[in-house]
DNA sequence: TTGCGTTATGTAATATTCACATAACGGGGA
DNA sequence: TCCCCGTTATGTGAATATTACATAACGCAA
């Protein structure tokens, strides 16, 4: 029997998710590939899905988070805005780390005596 | 506009969650009242609800957690069992304290840069 | 002009969650 | 004895959320 504990971070802004692990990932597979259809392969996610997500994000934020350009060669694509690399830099710092404190506090308590 | 840093911790055995704040306040509720259906109310869930993470919890770590009466003076109840306490009392210890540490590091990162 | 790989979006299908109705229980009181 | 009451217990339909699928539009290049 594993026993684990697991944990979730988000910000919402107004009430509502607007970045959390998944958005996080997908805008470092947008920024790799230039193409939102191919980050979301990436993820495994569905494009629409990706495409809701992105849209969500910037309605909430009130920012523009991805140039998109539909056409043209290649057929197109999508980079991160300035204000995108910013928050995406600033998340990531948030996040690193959180994970291996929750651990640690898990492991100290639970160890000892097994449920 | 709000911008907040939310999180959730929980615990999973074999890949099934078995333990979180929600169920976290229900136990603690039951064992406030003698009964399911008080402590439904006072977490402000359904009395199906509650039943469903009863069961699931029960059924996932193979502990009984709750003895119910159907019946009798005042109808019956449910009250904690003795495993039911002690996990109760080692997931407080884990939960308390968690969330701060959280909080203080997003306000560390996001606070002097405005979203 | 056609093909290609994007972005963009509506809508149907599916899954999940929630709400409601109802049964069974058993002590206590009329 | 026979209801009454407030529980626990559980099935089922409704509502909601998620996911999958289909299709349009775009603009460069061959």
Redesign the interface.
């Known amino acids: 029997?594993?026993?684990?504990?697991?944990?979730?971070?988000?910000?919402?802004?107004?009430?509502k998710?607007v970045f959390g692990s998944g958005k996080r990932c997908l805008l470092e597979a947008i920024e790799k590939y230039g193409s939102i259809n191919q980050a979301a392969k990436e993820v495994r996610i569905s494009y629409r899905k990706a495409w809701s997500y992105l849209n969500s994000m910037e309605e909430r934020?009130?920012?523009k988070l991805i140039d998109r350009q539909t056409g043209g060669k290649n057929g197109g694509g999508a980079v991160l805005t300035e204000n995108a690399r910013?928050?995406l830099k600033?998340y990531k710092?948030?996040e690193s780390?959180?994970q291996k404190?929750?651990d640690e506090?898990?492991r100290r308590?639970?160890q000892k005596?097994r449920?």
Request: charged fraction near 20%; avoid cysteine.
């Open positions: 029997m594993s026993v684990k504990i697991k944990s979730k971070f988000w910000i919402e802004v107004d009430g998710p934020l009130g920012i910013t928050i600033q710092h948030l780390g959180l404190i929750v506090r898990f308590i639970f005596n449920l």
